[in-house]
């Protein structure tokens, strides 16, 4: 089965970001930094967060699942999201 997808550009993430709520902000710089599904984000947990150097995060998604995985997200997209908690 294929699925069509559309990448979004760097203006359209821009434009998102510039009528989105806090919430909203997180959510999108979290999925555009790490490259996660958006089904990874419901199961997530500030523990599944690792600062690792220059404020980089290690995520793992699907912790709590065999079929865990890493990624990570950018400077900002962790400042934004996790670190005002």
Known sequence: MRRDFHVYSLQEVKNLLEFADFRERAIILLLESS??????LLGLQIRDFQVLQNNIAKLTV???SNDFYYTFCTPEAYRHDVSPL
Do not use: L
């Open 35 to 40: 490259g996660m599904r958006a089904a990874g």
């Open 62 to 64: 699907y912790a709590r």
